[in-house]
């Protein structure tokens, strides 16, 4: 089923995340984070013969990492979309029920390495950073487009900067004498505002929040945890991994609430009135030896909850 997976992107807590779902015969299970198909192909090598698998991705490269000759190609279906729309495509394929959901939600280190999609500031590319590249405005459409104020709250609320309000007045002022149409002019741009020292780190968070910006990554991942939680069936788990705080916050706030606002909602007894029961107090993380064999999950945090 996978081609290319280990130079596309190597799966994070692998072990630990499908172990989470505890797969059970003939049940329905989701990934709504294919990749490289890693996480997918643990999945399927316990699945018996009478369950199956859907797998999520809107990236058309992902989908290049789908091989349909596999001996298990009936028990797999591959959804190119976006996981918001998870309840959409379960009610197409006749699913009104799932027992496991995964989801990885961090970026493939296959996009970091693409030097043509403007995700990595290693790389001078369009400043695009779209996971779907059909639909949806670029990240330079951003820059160019977006009222100061605008800009400042993206950067401030998804990459956590305190400088964010000066990053935009210097994206305005360098955009009213040219445009910032590849990544090299951005960074040339925003460069001079931070100190050399932390520079490569503030940059960064600058790249993510245009991305998650570009993506509507926080609105797409509440709409999915919804969707999940209707979807799931007594039992059925939610194992997901995440990468930095404000994706984290919401996975938690859906596990411990039942709410991606984390709105405690409790009964006539002062019991918290919640969809799940979490399976893991203490989140999980990576040992040190797949931190030491794969850098990009030194961030990553494992959590798994089961649906009452």
Same mark, same amino acid.
């Given at each position: 089923?996978?081609?290319?997976?280990?130079?596309?992107?190597?799966?994070?807590?692998?072990?630990?995340?499908?172990?989470?779902?505890?797969?059970?015969?003939?049940?329905?299970? #989701?990934?709504?984070?294919?990749?490289?198909?890693?996480?997918?192909?643990?999945?399927?090598?316990?699945?018996?013969? /009478?369950?199956?698998?859907? $797998? %999520?991705?809107?990236?058309?490269?992902?989908?290049?990492?789908?091989?349909?000759?596999?001996?298990?190609?009936?028990?797999?279906? %591959?959804?190119?979309?976006?996981?918001?729309?998870?309840?959409?495509?379960?009610?197409?394929?006749?699913?009104?029920?799932?027992?496991?959901?995964?989801?990885?939600?961090?970026?493939? $280190?296959?996009?970091?390495?693409?030097?043509?999609?403007? %995700?990595?500031?290693?790389?001078?590319?369009?400043?695009?950073?779209?996971?779907?590249?059909?639909?949806?405005?670029?990240?330079?459409?951003? #820059?160019?487009?977006?009222?100061?104020?605008?800009?400042?709250?993206?950067?401030?609320?998804?990459?956590?900067?305190?400088?964010?309000?000066?990053?935009?007045?210097?994206?305005?002022?360098?955009?009213?004498?040219?445009?910032?149409?590849?990544?090299?002019? %951005?960074?040339?741009?925003?460069? @001079?505002?931070?100190?050399?020292?932390?520079?490569?780190?503030?940059?960064?968070?600058?790249?993510?929040?245009?991305?998650? *910006?570009?993506?509507?990554?926080?609105?797409?991942?509440?709409?999915?945890?919804?969707?999940?939680?209707? !979807? !799931?069936?007594?039992?059925?788990?939610?194992?997901? =991994?995440?990468?930095?705080?404000?994706?984290?916050?919401?996975?938690?706030?859906?596990?411990?609430?039942?709410? #991606?606002?984390?709105?405690? =909602?409790?009964?006539?007894?002062?019991?918290?009135?919640?969809?799940?029961?979490?399976? /893991? /107090?203490?989140?999980?993380?990576?040992?040190?030896?797949?931190?030491?064999?794969? @850098?990009?999950?030194?961030?990553?945090?494992?959590?798994?909850? *089961?649906? !009452?």
């Amino acid at each position: 089923m996978v081609t290319k997976a280990e130079t596309y992107h190597v799966p994070v807590l692998l072990k630990e995340s499908v172990d989470g779902l505890r797969i059970k015969p003939g049940s329905i299970y #989701v990934d709504v984070t294919f990749g490289g198909g890693g996480h997918s192909q643990e999945i399927l090598a316990r699945l018996d013969n /009478n369950a199956h698998l859907y $797998s %999520f991705d809107q990236d058309a490269d992902a989908e290049e990492n789908f091989h349909p000759s596999t001996a298990k190609a009936q028990q797999f279906t %591959f959804v190119r979309s976006n996981f918001r729309y998870l309840k959409n495509w379960m009610r197409y394929y006749g699913v009104d029920h799932i027992d496991g959901l995964l989801g990885d939600l961090g970026v493939s $280190s296959h996009h970091f390495d693409d030097e043509t999609r403007g %995700f990595s500031f290693r790389f001078d590319a369009p400043l695009d950073m779209r996971m779907n590249r059909r639909a949806g405005q670029t990240a330079a459409d951003i #820059v160019n487009n977006y009222e100061e104020e605008q800009l400042a709250d993206v950067f401030y609320l998804y990459g956590e900067l305190k400088s964010s309000r000066r990053i935009a007045s210097e994206l305005v002022k360098t955009r009213s004498q040219k445009q910032i149409l590849t990544t090299s002019d %951005f960074v040339k741009a925003v460069e @001079p505002i931070f100190k050399r020292e932390r520079g490569k780190k503030e940059i960064a968070k600058l790249f993510q929040a245009l991305r998650i *910006e570009v993506n509507q990554e926080m609105s797409a991942l509440k709409e999915m945890l919804v969707a999940a939680t209707e !979807l !799931l069936a007594p039992g059925g788990r939610l194992s997901i =991994i995440t990468y930095h705080s404000l994706e984290d916050r919401i996975v938690k706030n859906m596990m411990r609430a039942g709410n #991606v606002e984390g709105k405690i =909602i409790k009964d006539f007894y002062g019991r918290t009135q919640s969809p799940f029961k979490l399976i /893991n /107090n203490k989140v999980i993380v990576p040992s040190n030896e797949e931190q030491e064999r794969n @850098p990009r999950s030194r961030s990553a945090k494992l959590r798994i909850a *089961e649906k !009452l």
